[in-house]
């Protein structure tokens, strides 16, 4: 984002077509095609992410790299490596880490999502998406083998939640 140019570019477009599938598609095809253990999930996870972490971070560089900050920094003759490592990085940290808070709630619903599918985690490993599908049928009877798994999926997310309006909190006071 900082350099511009074709790598740029051409970046950009590869994220587009990511983009452009949804995003369970995307896990279920990965899944199924490499298998489910818990380093195929993160490979799927990841691939999905980074193409909308890759936007976020490029429209942080692209305002912040017009801010008088970085014109002095040219001014004083500081390389590319040092205006984005000592200038436009510590400024980018608040929203960066909001947002990083808000996709591990994001994956955590994905992930219980891709359990209850049945791409989760294989049996003997703990998933709760696999629990409430395991004990889906018994809901009527049982509604608290159900309830656990959820509620411990919503409450992990909304902790997250939290987590990242507190952070946004704290980076607006700097």
């Given at each position: 984002?900082?350099?511009?140019?074709?790598?740029?570019a051409?970046?950009?477009?590869?994220?587009?077509?990511?983009?452009s599938?949804p995003?369970?598609?995307?896990?279920?095809?990965?899944?199924?095609?490499?298998?489910?253990?818990?380093?195929?999930?993160?490979?799927?996870?990841?691939?999905?992410?980074?193409?909308?972490?890759?936007?976020?971070?490029?429209?942080?560089?692209?305002?912040?790299?017009n801010?008088?900050?970085?014109?002095?920094?040219?001014?004083?003759?500081?390389?590319?490596?040092y205006?984005?490592?000592?200038?436009?990085?510590?400024?980018?940290?608040?929203?960066?880490?909001v947002?990083?808070?808000?996709?591990?709630?994001?994956t955590?619903?994905?992930?219980?999502?891709?359990?209850?599918?049945?791409?989760?985690l294989?049996?003997?490993?703990?998933?709760?998406?696999?629990m409430?599908?395991?004990?889906?049928?018994?809901?009527a009877?049982?509604?608290?083998?159900s309830?656990?798994?959820?509620?411990?999926?919503?409450?992990?997310?909304?902790?997250?939640?939290?987590?990242?309006?507190?952070?946004?909190e704290?980076?607006?006071?700097?």
């Amino acid at each position: 984002g900082y350099k511009g140019g074709w790598y740029d570019a051409v970046l950009s477009r590869i994220s587009d077509v990511i983009l452009s599938f949804p995003v369970i598609i995307l896990y279920m095809i990965i899944i199924a095609n490499f298998g489910a253990s818990a380093f195929n999930i993160i490979v799927a996870v990841t691939f999905t992410a980074a193409p909308q972490i890759m936007r976020i971070v490029r429209g942080l560089t692209l305002d912040l790299k017009n801010m008088e900050y970085v014109a002095a920094a040219k001014t004083r003759g500081e390389r590319a490596p040092y205006i984005m490592l000592v200038e436009i990085l510590p400024n980018a940290r608040g929203p960066l880490i909001v947002d990083a808070c808000l996709r591990m709630g994001y994956t955590t619903i994905a992930i219980g999502v891709l359990g209850f599918l049945g791409l989760g985690l294989p049996p003997p490993d703990p998933d709760w998406g696999g629990m409430v599908k395991d004990t889906y049928a018994m809901m009527a009877v049982f509604p608290h083998m159900s309830l656990f798994p959820a509620a411990a999926i919503s409450s992990l997310v909304i902790g997250f939640n939290l987590l990242a309006d507190g952070l946004r909190e704290i980076s607006l006071r700097d």
